[in-house]
């Protein structure tokens, strides 16, 4: 395989590890600072030891996800020097402004971490808590306007020899993917988080651990679940609307929409014969592709034969899009099924199957945002900066890329077992339950 291919290769296998724990990192502060200060508002200890035991475990996932991060870089000038070369100046600022907010975020969790029990008014020590949040969400926002930006540069303009100039970096950052991708990013890391630790909770309690401890966990967790479910969807379909106006041709890659036309559903599932590009044995939901694009049944929705074919993203990205969206839905489903079943008060929320649902959705929200990091990267192919530069003329032409991309495999594969068995004898060793007989009987 030549440099390109080992390129992209390693690139995807890097963003699709880095990504796990960059949704953790992005996502968990939130629950820990909810924890805490619902904890102090209740004088409740359970919730309390909630945010002590959350944050011990997102401190050995931040100390990987820097690790990740930091490859991303190495990716960025080592595989892509040309893409560097074109726009590294139009988009220097977001990457620096996401390195200030990854330390912002650091220093207070530093402080967050050693100022348990040591102020006065409990509410101080949560306050420190706002700024983890803030850092880590910003580091997320800041880097997905670089996402953004390739797939609708803005910012800068091209001269007659090739060059960039009149750079206006707010307006790169500004584009306009920026509003919906971040929406998106943002609403689904903190999804993902909420179920991985309703997941957790949800195990235990199927293990037998009945300890209050766990259903209020489980309570907490599926009431942001719901509410952030609810709000991934509008982001999906905000994304949905943006991409019907900018990037056509990966909306109907997804939708294997090939006719332009108004009323035109969404097809789910099924199999497509890339020959004739006929659809069969596929749901079709009349006028969704319509509404998603525009919001309304009598949107005009553009197909693929109107781009020209060697401009197509590959097809296979209908599988991801279905894939991601399937699972939202799913989620959405098995939270708002729980809160149901407890408001109505009989106690049927804690039935095996619905704790076996509740579980089985920790593992597919981090397929799902798998899925939609690969349908965002794949679908703009052949681009690598949508409509300026093609993916082959931005990779590097170095040679033993295949080599470098065995050793960061070994890399992440060690990364993922020490991390992971440092999580297991972490709270393997230290049960909820005796840490607060401990502190009880302190």
Sequence with gaps: MDSVIWSRILTAETLAFHIIWATIGVGVPIFISIAEGWGIFKKDPHYILMARRWTRGFVITVAVGVVTGTCIGLMLSLLWPRF??????????????????????????????????????????????????????????????????????????????????????????????????????????????????????????????????????????????????????????????????????????????????????LLFGGTLDEETLEVKNAIEIPYALSILAGGSPDEKVIGLNEIPRDEWPPLYVHYLFDGMVAIGFYLMFISGLFLFLWIRGKGNEWSPWVLRGIFLGAPLSFIAIELGWIYAEVGRQPWIINGLMRVEHAATTAGHVGTITLLFSLLYAALAIVAVSVLIRLFRKHSPEDELQERFSA
Excluded at 163 to 182: E, H, Q, R
Excluded at 234 to 242: E, M, R, T
Aim: overall charge positive.
């Design 84 to 265: 560097m070369q074109l726009v590294g100046n139009v988009i220097s600022l977001p990457l620096f402004l996401e390195t200030f907010a990854f330390f912002f975020e650091a220093i207070f969790l530093g402080i967050y971490l050693y100022t348990w029990d040591r102020f006065k008014h409990p509410i101080f020590h949560w306050l420190t808590s706002i700024p983890i949040i803030i850092g880590s969400t910003l580091s997320a926002v800041f880097i997905t306007t670089v996402n953004s930006f390739m797939n609708t540069p803005a910012g800068f303009k091209i001269d007659a020899a090739g060059k960039v100039t009149d750079i206006d970096p707010i307006a790169a950052m500004l584009n306009p993917a920026t509003p919906s991708k971040v929406a998106h990013v943002v609403s689904s890391a903190y999804l993902t988080c909420g179920f991985l630790l309703a997941g957790i909770a949800a195990f235990y309690l199927l293990r037998g651990r009945t300890h209050i401890y766990y259903k209020k966990a489980l309570r907490l967790t599926m009431i942001a679940g719901f509410v952030l479910a609810l709000a991934t969807f509008a982001a999906g379909d905000l994304s949905g609307k943006f991409l019907a106006k900018y990037q056509p041709a990966k909306l109907a890659a997804a939708e294997w929409h090939f006719e332009t036309r108004s009323e035109a559903p």
